[in-house]
């Protein structure tokens, strides 16, 4: 199997995040550097980092060389300037839990910020390393867990958005069981839906995994019914950027849309996601922060004016789909089978 693309490590001398900037992706694959919380943020907000675990990942990276940047000033003033960077970086995006979960754990481990820059640099560093390595780790379990769902000899299998190593620290959450199955031989037909209005599923999974050798045809958003009605999907499967206590799931907007699809054309529909992506904290999906992107994001995507340039947009990035819809949810920790409730206890439910 080809190793699949780093989306975020540390630059050769250890002092930047070093990410491919996706927004080049699938023309130019070329990454960039980090030097700065600031320049994470903007990165973030710009997407080009993207995906829950990633940019949680790339704020701790960030926060870790704020802590060196900031090391010049007395305890006091790198105390305040430090928080304010982790405060502002939390913020970057609102939907996708593991920011918030990422950088809590970097604020975590810099207390008490009055040891000062040396000492609270070098633990910071540590746990970016261990959240790195964590999520590495956890994509790996997850594909393991989720490959008991993939039929055999051959499997025809329907994502949306991308939830692969770009969007990871490790092979990616959705795309996991894939890289897997594909990687032992067995015979696998992905289709991508485009995923509007950034197309993240033609640009980043359609990219991601054609380069590692598995066949995907890129199918626009509307064409999933057709896919599912002409029995060509044997199952659905996408990431999630948060998951809450009933297992109501946030994901990229269009989620929700074929999880109704293909409970209506009895085909199963899986989540597959990190625990660092559950927010037990949360009882339902009404709660979960929706991000609205720009308008013109949909009225001149990619700088093409295509629809009327002051036209009112509605451009939620995520939707909800409830938990009702979802036949499972697969963690590092197992197969999470309705009503979902091993996800906050910690006890898989007819798992595989
Ligand atoms: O807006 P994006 O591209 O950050 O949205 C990403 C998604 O919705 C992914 O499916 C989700 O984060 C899971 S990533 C493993």
Redesign the pocket.
């Known amino acids: 199997m080809i190793r699949p693309p780093e989306a975020v490590r540390w630059s050769a001398d250890g002092s930047a995040v070093d990410i491919i900037d996706q927004t080049l992706l699938p023309a130019t694959e070329q990454r960039i550097l980090l030097r700065s919380a600031a320049e994470a943020e903007t990165a973030i907000r710009e997407?080009r980092v993207?995906?829950?675990?990633?940019?949680g990942i790339v704020a701790a990276f960030a926060l870790a060389v704020e802590a060196v940047r900031l090391a010049g000033h007395e305890r006091e003033g790198f105390a305040t300037r430090w928080a304010a960077a982790a405060e502002r970086l939390r913020a970057a995006?609102p939907t996708?839990i593991n920011l918030a979960w990422a950088v809590d754990r970097m604020r975590e481990a810099a207390r008490p910020l009055e040891d000062g820059p040396a000492l609270v640099a070098e633990r910071l560093r540590a746990t970016a390393d261990a959240i790195l390595a964590e999520d590495r780790a956890m994509c790996q379990r997850i594909g393991e867990h989720a490959l008991a769902l993939v039929p055999e000899p051959q499997a025809r299998v329907l994502t949306?958005?991308?939830?692969g190593a770009l969007?990871?620290g490790g092979i990616?959450?959705?795309l996991a069981p894939l890289y897997l199955a594909a990687g032992a031989g067995r015979s696998l037909q992905v289709f991508a839906s485009e995923t509007r209005p950034?197309l993240?599923g033609s640009r980043l999974t359609a990219w991601e995994l054609s380069r590692a050798g598995i066949a995907v045809t890129i199918v626009t958003d509307s064409v999933g019914a057709v896919l599912m009605r002409e029995g060509s999907v044997d199952f659905v499967i996408?990431?999630?950027?948060r998951i809450v206590a009933n297992g109501d799931t946030a994901?990229?907007v269009g989620t929700y849309g074929l999880a109704v699809l293909a409970r209506h054309h009895g085909i199963p529909f899986y989540v597959a996601?990190p625990s660092s992506t559950v927010d037990a904290g949360t009882a339902d999906g009404s709660a979960i922060p929706i991000e609205h992107r720009d308008a013109d994001e949909v009225r001149r995507g990619f700088g093409l004016l295509t629809a009327p340039a002051d036209a009112p947009v509605f451009a939620p990035?995520?939707d909800i789909t409830p938990a009702s819809l979802i036949d499972a949810i697969i963690t590092e920790r197992g197969i999470f089978r309705p009503p979902f409730t091993g996800l906050v206890t910690g006890t898989t439910r007819g798992g595989a």
Do not use: E, S, W, Y
């Open positions: 997407m993207r995906g829950a675990p990633a940019i995006r996708a949306h958005c991308n939830a969007a990871t990616g959450t959705a950034l993240q996408v990431g999630a950027d994901n990229k996601a990035a995520f």
